[in-house]
């Protein structure tokens, strides 16, 4: 049976209680608090079925749909002991640890779904239909034989094909290649015009989707009445929901087979806390380096016996130890079994890492996607700097990254360097 999670009931730190590292009774022998609670969490049993998905986005089942917690007051100083009388003053401090928000989410929006927006682009715009536009030519590309995915330029009434896809599917480019060639930056997806006066539009100045709030007044230039129309097509948010419905996660080859789940030291996953791919393939890679690995990895249990700090959650070498522990220990990389299946294992979540690297960084503290090599580079500044107290910086594991660089001016004629 799980052992959960130790909250202290004086300064909220989290440890677990259970063998071999016993965090929680470290952290009170280290603080002197010795009142916490212990938070277990049972899965629900459920019959009903996964509700069906109808827009594209990533939302987070809340634990209490999916556990019910039990919990209970221990006391460190009494060898760990269940208290059974507590007073009320304690229970109100419970109380409030259990409805706190998690650290994991903050005061960000863990939930994602596509948000379209509108843009200046729109707004007065000039518009001109070509002298050789004909609305009998709105079912057919201009410049080839598709007769799908059509986009007209809303400028001037051009008809082109939409994006060639990755796997030979879609358009020519033709909507893209007018763009490019005059400049025209807004276009509408035709098939996708409902009555509502809603459609697929987009902006190439933008390279994004955009709400158009000016829709039926452009297109009665060209003399399409939106009252008239009907969707024909998938707009392009349920082609994206259509793709991820069919997309096998259960991860295979190109041949089509499944692939096996594996488990143990440096095969543990990390997961997602909403756009963040970048740490995780990050860290992965900077965890598979022998110098990163045996700086943090051997030594976590001493670190944190040792460690000044008494906040785990503030200390970046406490954090690190953390997540090389978890990554190569081998515990948390654990084939489960569920209703008599074998599943993939659950991973690590690196929410304290990320508020830690990124408590000072704007954009890394966001939930915005963002680009791997930058957070690298501003990953070894941290580093750097919490290493360098120690033994003046001797253990610096990014000193693996280190170049020196030599520059020489040589003369083309006579080949003498300078």
Known sequence: MAAGIDVCLSCFNGGCPGTPNNHAHQHAMKSGHHLTVNIRRVRKESDERPAKLTKLEIVEEPENDQYEFETFVRCWGCSGARVDNVPEDVQRVVHAVLHAVEASKGSEIKAWAEEVTACSHFDGLTQAPAADFSSEALHQCSMCDKRDNLWMCLSCGHVGCGRKQYDGSGGNNHAIAHFEQTGHRVSVKLGTI?????????????????????????????????????????????????????????????????????????????????????????MQCVFGIDRFRDRYFPSAADHFLTCSQLHPAKCMLCQLHKLANGLWSGRYAVLETENGETCHQRGISPAHFKAMVARDHPEFASMRQQDAFEFLQHLNKQIDIAERPVEGGALNPTSVFDFTTEERLQCTKCSRVR
């Open 194 to 282: 409902t009555p509502e006066g809603t459609a697929d539009a987009y902006c190439y100045a933008c390279d994004d989707n955009k709400l158009n709030p000016h829709l039926a007044q452009h297109l009665q230039v060209f003399g399409i009445n939106v009252a008239a129309q009907q969707k024909t097509e998938k707009s392009i948010a349920e082609l994206q929901l259509e793709h991820n419905l069919k997309f096998d996660f259960s991860m295979t080859t190109a041949d089509g087979t499944q692939l096996q789940p594996v488990a143990g030291p440096g095969l543990t996953g990390l997961r997602n806390l909403g756009n963040s791919c970048y740490l995780a393939s990050v």
